[in-house]
């Protein structure tokens, strides 16, 4: 739609006014046309309306699709769920086009060719599980069941595989969250036992009111947030982050910062956009901690930073505070300044001492405010933990911490679901295992790679981006019973994820499975597929599995909310094509592996329990909301403070419950599937704040948060009155207890065992702050970095729709012409859409670009839609087009994650365009994994660029 | 009283994230490459005072369409009396000549729906169908504010019911209790290009009205 005044003018005169207009007769009053009356033939009445949830990012937003003759018509955002609010993103709304995509996987397939060749041959389901659960039998005798990963990638409804692996006696399951954000959510984990902290600004929320009624409150309270790489109008994950900043803006007159080296669609929507250098977000938030600790006078209303109160909740600030202190006695190598002032931060971001005293200044003295940091800062840098740790003490410190509009930890706050059914259980199976001539026995999550290997023991979302090394090598389990023993790795099943361009660097991952040993076999020995894309990892696959898109199968969505709330992801439409249900595919495994005569796998753990995916989600749904009565206003009134509550939301309501006393439980009738169905397809509990205290007193109540000592914690490992405590004991006991053997992880920071309290150590690829990379800053002038485009990841850019959009620098029309086969929408007819071939034109279509400050540009010659290359001290190098604006930072680089380089075919539209667009990954250092788990250094990287 | 349908858009709350856009093409099957609905998204500025002006463009439901004088098929275009300008798809004839006649861009021919009206009786005085068959010529297709769901009582666009910043508001403006009207009376209000003298319908709240010329400028196409 583009403004063209040239045929307009010659109308434009011939009438004036709307009663020149009647007089013509062309204004058709009252009746309806022809048109109006066939539109309503064939509208609403007709639709059957499912509500569900969006899988297709792991927002998972609550949706209604309208579905008619067993096809999905129309996608809304269900107003039920306080999540999105009734409201659904532009990639929620194509969905249409991902679920009847030409590009979908339709039926299964084994491998003809050498790995990576895409050659495969069209099986039947039988022949694909008798190939699949022949070669698991076959290694779980020669190897045990350890030599097999499960990695359930980047959707929540992960818990069939996971059981069904659990039951076959493997620890080693995964999903997507191991290469999201592990150093983001350190903080979090290790100082409440939560994950990610959020702002309060989910709205509505249901709140207790003083008459004792439950009301939906929609007013914000927030006055500050501060978003520290983090890009929600963009990497919309946490969905309600959209609105609720521009609500909180326009309603509460709240204000917004954003940190971030370039100018995010979030950042437009700020009061004030802070541009430093890539990786030095706990430089600057240790810069705030240290401005608050040093101006803060209780007596002085404009220097009232820190709300000390936060002492009765909390344990081990003291400690915490000297060891932060110590550092500011120390000159860093880099420019001999002290740790954390304002000029050693202004020498390491680049920002000025002014901009940081005023950041600090605002944060401190704002109430109620939020501080949050994202994962393209912390969560992807190597030392993103010590921001993480930071972080969560400004929020704390400052009165902030689940203060109504203030910061929630999402994690602490969200319903309980999975139970028994994710079979859990199952690894506290006694297994022997022979090691060095004795045979020792232990329970089967004992064996765990990460957590009992070598590496990285502490890395409780596990180290994903170390599969590959693991693939060559096999794993060294050095803690736990089994220590000494050695296991390779012989099957990687994969299912919705693409490890092989996202889970490092893909020149890594595809050199770990094409590995072979002395005798010419792969290494690894079983690769298997399961999606309902044709991702690149498939390429690499021996056996692809068809799995049911999300709109064909069911399950439940709860994440991220201020509180308990779930709903049912149902299934709305039969699966397509030959494609299969999770559940159906864990029974068939199961009853193969079963015939082939394990015993592990029983009929009554799976296919005689599991009749239908519905009995599988109500298992899912018993412990909900399974989370204690505590804060203000106290949700249950009439139930004991500290309980936790069990069953739907009217029966506790109404009181139908019964209360264990001994084991503070409240239990109510329980959630189940048709309950959800019944109401709009959520479950919602109410919301209350300050939920570490007593309602009615200013006391800790002992029930949250979830860490050893129910407080907020500042240390992380220490002894007490005989007892020992903290998030990082038991990792530091496994050490003790394997003679002080120091994790290969924390050898390379020079650490001998997991910190008592604060920490710091440096980055990895950055010559600003790290003096070992100062030698490169020469040649490689350029930080690159990267983040997230919601339109186009790695499992949504055959989507048409989304590449007519643009995002920020990274996603821009600047396609070569070419033609493709794509899901087109029909006005009329049965079918919502049908597949053709369709012409781009050059420049009309989005494909992934490299985003660069203008000045920096014109010193390369370079202009918008010019060629460049970008290679890396590692001598990797990618290929794009460059997208050249002042809304980056001098000397920032910027490519969206998987936005370019898509070498497999299913990607449609984004495969044509894969030779002169750019891999992030592709200039990824596979060496670097962080110290504490294993996490890759995405953002850690510097590069040169030139004209291609 | 007919009703007096508007849309109003909040550029405050616009987060640029083309739900817009895309629940349109969902709702009204509009093919790829054409929109009834579009985010114009342009950059400007330079380091480190940029500038990323979000414009969710959509037919001005103009009270005097320039759309309808050009059509040489009476009541082929035509506005209703709550204000909607709307195609026939009966009578439409494929001709385009309300589709250069808008200055905003915001008709289209739709390449799947086939003209049913015969073109053979206008191909006289419209060269532009001359010699062809109803089934080679394409109707026009624009935003009815999806008239379809105002048929069945639902007064709200796809694209104001999926708005991820609640950004649009639809309404009556007939209705003073209306929230269209509410926040029309309450706010400084503008138009796009209101000096072409169309009098367009939809309404925005741009604090930086910029974003009119900035989202039209060659670079940003």
């Known amino acids: 739609m583009q403004v063209s005044r040239r045929v307009f003018l010659k109308y434009a005169g011939a009438l004036s006014g709307l009663a020149a207009l009647n007089k013509t007769g062309l204004v058709s009053l009252k009746h309806l046309s022809p048109a109006e009356a066939e539109a309503m033939q064939t509208s609403m009445g007709k639709y059957e309306v499912k509500y569900t949830a969006d899988a297709m990012c792991p927002a998972e937003c609550g949706m209604e699709m309208w579905v008619k003759d067993g096809k999905i018509a129309k996608i809304y955002g269900n107003k039920a769920v306080p999540m999105n609010d009734g409201i659904a993103c532009a990639k929620g709304a194509s969905g249409q086009q991902l679920v009847y995509s030409p590009y979908r996987l339709k039926y299964p397939m084994i491998r003809v060719g050498e790995r990576g060749s895409g050659k495969f041959k069209r099986v039947t389901w039988d022949e694909a599980i008798d190939h699949i659960g022949l070669k698991l039998t076959d290694i779980k005798k020669k190897y045990g069941a350890e030599s097999v990963i499960m990695d359930c990638g980047d959707v929540t409804d992960r818990d069939q595989y996971y059981r069904l692996f659990f039951a076959y006696g493997t620890p080693n399951t995964t999903e997507h969250g191991a290469i999201c954000d592990v150093p983001r959510r350190h903080g979090p984990r290790l100082m409440v036992g939560g994950k990610r902290w959020e702002p309060d600004i989910m709205r509505p929320q249901l709140v207790r009111q003083s008459d004792g009624s439950l009301k939906k409150d929609y007013t914000y309270k927030s006055k500050l947030i501060v978003y520290n790489g983090w890009n929600p109008f963009v990497a919309t994950r946490i969905f309600y982050e959209n609105r609720g900043t521009v609500g909180a803006k326009v309603e509460n007159g709240c204000k917004v910062v954003v940190i971030d080296p370039s100018y995010s669609n979030t950042a437009t929507a700020a009061d004030m956009w802070l541009a430093p250098r890539a990786g030095t977000d706990g430089d600057l938030f240790g810069a705030m901690l240290r401005y608050i600790l040093e101006n803060d006078n209780q007596n002085d209303p404009n220097k009232k930073y820190i709300d000390w109160s936060f002492k009765k909740y909390s344990t081990g600030w003291d400690d915490f505070e000297a060891a932060f202190k110590s550092w500011w006695g120390k000159k860093d190598p880099i420019n001999g300044l002290s740790y954390f002032s304002l000029d050693w931060t202004a020498d390491r971001t680049g920002l000025s001492k002014a901009q940081i005293e005023e950041l600090s200044h605002l944060f401190g003295i704002t109430k109620p405010a939020a501080l949050v940091w994202g994962m393209q800062s912390p969560g992807h840098h190597y030392n993103g933990y010590c921001a993480s740790i930071i972080g969560v003490a400004l929020n704390v410190i400052t009165g902030n911490f689940d203060a109504p509009g203030g910061v929630i930890d999402c994690e602490l706050v969200k319903a309980d679901k999975g139970g028994s059914a994710t ?18 026995e232990g329970e089967v999550e004992h064996l765990h790679m990460d957590l009992f290997g070598s590496k990285y023991p502490a890395a409780w979302d596990d180290a994903v981006a170390d599969y590959p090394n693991a693939f060559k090598e096999g794993v060294d389990v050095r803690y736990g019973p089994f220590r000494g023993h050695h296991y390779p790795i012989k099957a990687y099943i994969l299912r919705t994820g693409n490890t092989v361009l996202t889970g490092s660097a893909p020149w890594k991952w595809k050199d770990a499975i094409l590995a072979k040993d002395a005798k010419g076999n792969y290494k690894l020995e079983l690769n298997v597929f399961i999606d309902t894309l044709n991702l690149e990892s498939a390429l690499y696959a021996d056996v692809i599995l068809p799995e049911a898109s999300y709109a064909e199968r069911q399950s439940l969505s709860d994440i991220y909310p201020s509180h308990q709330v779930i709903y049912n992801r149902d299934a709305v439409i039969k699966p397509l094509h030959e494609c299969k249900k999770p559940t159906d595919i864990m029974n068939m495994l199961a009853k193969k592996l079963n015939e082939l005569g394990d015993s592990d796998l029983k009929a009554a753990d799976f296919w005689e329990k599991y009749k239908s995916e519905e009995d599988f989600v109500n298992e899912m749904l018993a412990p909900a909301p399974g989370r204690v009565n505590v804060g203000t206003p106290l949700p249950y009134p009439k139930y004991p403070e500290g309980y936790k509550l069990i069953g739907t939301p009217d029966s506790l309501e109404k009181g139908e419950v019964t209360i264990d006393n001994a084991k503070k439980v409240v239990k109510g009738k329980s959630v189940t599937v048709e309950w959800l169905r019944n109401n709009h397809g959520v479950a919602i509990w109410p919301m209350s704040w300050r939920r570490y205290k007593k309602h009615n007193a200013d006391e800790p109540n002992k029930a949250f948060p979830n860490t050893s000592t129910k407080l907020i914690e500042f240390k992380f490992d220490w002894k007490d009155g005989g007892k020992r405590y903290g998030g990082y004991k038991s990792y530091n006991e496994k050490i003790e207890k394997a003679g002080g053997e120091v994790p290969l992880g924390l050898k390379e920071i020079g650490f001998t065992k997991f910190p008592e309290t604060f920490f710091w150590f440096e980055t990895k690829w950055n010559p600003h702050t790290n003096p070992e990379y100062k030698k490169y800053a020469k040649d490689y002038p350029f930080q690159l970095i990267c ?135 592709d200039l990824v250092d596979p060496d670097v994994l962080s110290p504490i788990m294993g996490f890759p250094g995405y953002a850690d990287m510097i590069v040169k660029v030139k004209k291609a | 009283m007919s009703k007096k349908y508007a849309l109003l858009v909040d550029l405050r709350r616009c987060v640029g994230c083309t739900s817009c856009q895309v629940s349109c093409k969902m709702e009204n099957a509009v093919p790829i490459g054409q929109f009834r609905s579009k985010v114009d998204i342009a950059d400007t500025g330079e380091y480190p005072k940029p500038k990323r002006y979000f414009f969710p463009k959509i037919c001005n439901q103009c009270d005097e369409a320039p759309c309808i004088m050009p059509c040489p098929v009476k009541g082929a275009t035509y506005k209703r009396e709550d204000g909607v300008v709307m195609v026939n798809r009966d009578l439409c004839i494929g ?37 062809k068959k109803a089934k080679d010529l394409r109707v026009v297709d624009k935003c009815d504010y999806c008239s379809h769901r105002l048929a069945e ?3 709200e666009p796809a694209c104001v019911r999926n708005c991820v910043g609640k950004a649009r508001t639809f309404g009556d403006l007939n209705d003073s209790d209306s929230s269209v009207s509410k926040l029309k009376a309450s706010v400084k209000t503008t138009y796009w290009h209101p000096e072409y003298g169309t009098k367009p319908r939809t309404v925005f709240i741009a604090p930086d009205e910029k974003v009119f010329s900035a989202a039209d400028s060659q670079i940003n196409k």
């Open chain 2, 95 to 131: 001709c385009g000549r309300c589709v250069g006649a808008c200055p905003y861009g915001a008709r289209f021919m739709h390449p799947h729906i086939p003209v049913k009206n015969d073109p053979k009786p206008y191909a006289k005085n419209v060269h532009e169908v001359a010699g």
């Open chain 1, 787 to 921: 983040g997230r485009v919601h339109h186009s990841m790695s499992g949504t850019q055959m989507i048409p729709w989304l590449g007519e959009i643009k995002t920020e620098g990274t996603w821009q029309p600047m396609n070569k012409e070419f033609e493709a086969d794509v899901p087109e929408a029909m006005p009329m007819g049965d079918e919502p859409m049908k597949s053709m071939k369709k012409k781009f034109k050059a420049n009309t279509y989005s494909v992934g670009s490299i985003w660069m400050n203008t000045d920096d540009a014109k010193k390369l010659g370079l202009k918008s839609g010019d060629l460049a290359v970008v290679e890396n001290p590692l001598k990797k190098s990618t290929k794009g087009k460059v997208f050249v604006s002042g809304g980056i930072r001098p000397g920032i680089i910027k490519i969206g994650f998987a936005t370019g380089g898509r070498f497999s075919p299913g990607m449609g539209p984004a495969y044509k365009s894969k030779d002169y667009t750019p891999s992030h990954n």
């Open chain 2, 153 to 155: 009582g639902i007064e």
């Open chain 1, 423 to 440: 079979g859990k259980q199952f690894k506290k199976k006694k297994v022997k295992r022979n090691i060095d001539g004795k045979e020792v």
